[in-house]
T-cell receptor, first 114, second 112 residues
C-alpha cells in the first residue's frame, strides 16, 4: 500500500546515546517533514525538505539533524539524546505546491529517553 | 508560535448528535486542513479548504472558512462511536507552501 513508513516504532535510549529515525515514502511526493508531538499537544515542525537536495529548520530543530537521502527517504538523527526529546515523532510527505492536498503521515516512532 | 488554535479542547457527545469544532488562526493563509488522529496512531488527512473557498463537504464532514474572522469550523454530522479521536487544524501560510502549522487539537468523545 502506498504511504509513509517509519522505523522503528518504539525506542528507548539512555541520555547521551544517538540514533537515527528512518522514513520512506512511495507517494512520489517532493516534500518531506519531521514533526514531534508531546502529550496533549499538536505537532511541532523539527525539519523539512521542500525537495530532494534541500533541508530547512522548522520550529524546534535544536538537538536534531536530518538527511534527505533521495526523493523517497528522509532521516532524522539525534546525536546526543536528552530526556526533553522524549516524544512521538512523525514523518510526513506532501506533493509540490499547486498539487498540494495535505500531508500523508507515517504511524510514528515513540521515543523515550531515560 | 501557534498559528491554529482549536476550540473546544474537549468535546463529549452522544452517538447521532452533531459535533462542531473551531479553529482560529493569526495570519493570512493559502489553505487550511483538518486531520484526525486516533489514539496512538498517525494523523489522517480529512479535508483541505483553500483561502478562496468558503465551504467544503466530504461525506458527513462539512468545513467552513471565514478569512475575515480568520477562523474555520469542522462539523461532523450524525456522529458515530468510531469518530472518537483528536481533530487538528493545520494552516499553510504560503511563505513556504506546504509547510503547515498545527494547533493543539480538539479531543472528541462519542458515547454509544
Amino acid at each position: 500500500n502506498a504511504g509513509v513508513t517509519q522505523t522503528p516504532k518504539f525506542q528507548v535510549l539512555k541520555t547521551g546515546q544517538s540514533m537515527t529515525l528512518q522514513c520512506a515514502q512511495d507517494m512520489n511526493h517532493n516534500s518531506m517533514y519531521w514533526y514531534r508531538q508531546d502529550p496533549g499537544m499538536g505537532l511541532r515542525l523539527i525539519y523539512y525538505s521542500a525537495s530532494e537536495g534541500t533541508t530547512d529548520k522548522g520550529e524546534v530543530p535544536n538537538g536534531y539533524n536530518v538527511s534527505r537521502l533521495n526523493k523517497r527517504e528522509f532521516s532524522l538523527r539525534l546525536e546526543s539524546a536528552a530526556p526533553s526529546q522524549t516524544s512521538v515523532y512523525f514523518c510526513a510527505s506532501s506533493a509540490l505546491p499547486g498539487q498540494y492536498s495535505g500531508y500523508t503521515f507515517g504511524s510514528g516512532t515513540r521515543l523515550t529517553v531515560v | 508560535s501557534q498559528q491554529g488554535e482549536e476550540d473546544p479542547q474537549a468535546l463529549s457527545i452522544q452517538e447521532g448528535e452533531n459535533a462542531t469544532m473551531n479553529c482560529s488562526y493569526k495570519t493570512s493563509i493559502n489553505n487550511l486542513q483538518w486531520y484526525r488522529q486516533n489514539s496512538g496512531r498517525g494523523l489522517v488527512h480529512l479535508i483541505l479548504i483553500r483561502s478562496n473557498e468558503r465551504e467544503k463537504h466530504s461525506g458527513r464532514l462539512r468545513v467552513t472558512l471565514d478569512t475575515s474572522k480568520k477562523s474555520s469550523s469542522l462539523l461532523i454530522t450524525a456522529s458515530r462511536a468510531a469518530d472518537t479521536a483528536s481533530y487538528f487544524c493545520a494552516t499553510d501560510a504560503g511563505t513556504n507552501a506546504g509547510k503547515s502549522t498545527f494547533g493543539d487539537g480538539t479531543t472528541l468523545t462519542v458515547k454509544p
